[in-house]
């Protein structure tokens, strides 16, 4: 049972756009929810995250917006540059647990 | 200050052989683990460790020992690897047992078992 769904699994867009990923959960007992980026050969590395007492968060150029009632949350990437062309994974996990619950990862790709 | 190191960076095995990577970490974390990252399926829980000393399985534990040999190094063995455990494994440590404390992540060791 795959509990966080993300989607696209690619997405292209031209410099200068919003990129926008999103993410579904099932589990009502997710309260964290972080997105990690990765390049090529490099290990994931956090970006930004969320709490679902709040319903938005941005730093910088990058936003996430929560939905709490229809349990989804998406990453918003404004003025896209090719230096984002990497893949974003979305994540949760729940208060008392260890580890992180992934999504299967968007590969984003930025055309100058 | 290093962060995050495995080694091997690249390895291949033939059906039944075994191996052990090796992932050390030097932020005084108290908080270790090991994921795998297949194409299309996002990265995996392996197993963890909350603290020197403790181990537990995640996700996907079977095919795997791990061992939490001080609070600097977490190693994962695979005792006689499967074509299915070909993969890219990723170590990560965090600074408490917290989700919300953010996990950073190593390099990674490709895999490739014929």
Same mark, same amino acid.
């Given at each position: #049972?795959?509990?966080?769904? #993300?989607?696209?699994?690619?997405?292209?867009?031209?410099? =200068? =756009?919003?990129?926008?990923? @999103?993410?579904?959960?099932? @589990?009502?007992? +997710?309260?964290?929810?972080?997105?990690?980026?990765? +390049?090529? $050969?490099? =290990?994931? !590395?956090?970006?930004?995250?969320?709490?679902?007492?709040?319903?938005?968060?941005?730093?910088?150029? +990058?936003?996430?917006?929560?939905?709490?009632?229809?349990? #989804?949350?998406?990453?918003?990437?404004?003025?896209?540059?090719? $230096?984002?062309? !990497?893949?974003?994974?979305?994540?949760?996990?729940? $208060?008392?647990?260890? =580890?992180?619950? +992934? $999504?299967?990862?968007?590969?984003?790709?930025?055309?100058? | 200050?290093?962060?995050? /190191?495995? /080694?091997?960076?690249?390895?291949?095995?033939? /059906?039944?052989?075994?191996? /052990?990577?090796?992932?050390?970490?030097?932020?005084?974390?108290?908080?270790?683990?090991?994921?795998?990252?297949?194409?299309?399926?996002?990265?995996?829980?392996? *197993? *963890?460790?909350?603290?020197?000393?403790?181990?537990?399985?995640?996700?996907?534990?079977?095919? *795997?020992?791990?061992?939490?040999?001080?609070?600097?190094?977490?190693?994962?063995?695979?005792?006689?690897?499967?074509?299915?455990?070909t993969s890219v494994y990723f170590c990560a440590s965090s600074k408490r047992r917290d989700p919300t404390d953010t996990? *950073?992540?190593?390099?990674?060791?490709?895999?490739?078992?014929?």
């Open positions: #049972q795959q509990q966080v769904k #993300q989607s696209p699994q690619s997405l292209i867009v031209q410099k =200068g =756009g919003i990129s926008i990923i @999103n993410c579904a959960y099932e @589990n009502t007992a +997710f309260d964290y929810f972080p997105w990690y980026q990765q +390049f090529p $050969g490099k =290990g994931p !590395a956090l970006l930004i995250a969320i709490r679902p007492d709040v319903s938005e968060k941005k730093e910088g150029r +990058f936003t996430i917006s929560f939905n709490k009632s229809a349990k #989804q949350f998406s990453l918003h990437i404004m003025d896209s540059q090719p $230096g984002d062309s !990497a893949t974003y994974f979305c994540a949760a996990s729940r $208060g008392g647990a260890d =580890g992180l619950t +992934f $999504g299967k990862g968007t590969h984003l790709i930025i055309q100058p | 200050n290093a962060g995050v /190191t495995q /080694t091997p960076k690249f390895q291949v095995l033939k /059906t039944g052989q075994s191996m /052990t990577l090796q992932c050390a970490q030097d932020m005084n974390h108290n908080s270790m683990y090991w994921y795998r990252q297949d194409p299309g399926m996002g990265l995996r829980l392996i *197993y *963890y460790s909350a603290s020197e000393g403790t181990t537990d399985k995640g996700e996907v534990p079977n095919g *795997y020992n791990v061992s939490r040999l001080n609070k600097r190094e977490f190693s994962l063995r695979l005792e006689s690897a499967a074509p299915s455990q996990q *950073y992540f190593g390099p990674g060791t490709r895999l490739t078992v014929l």
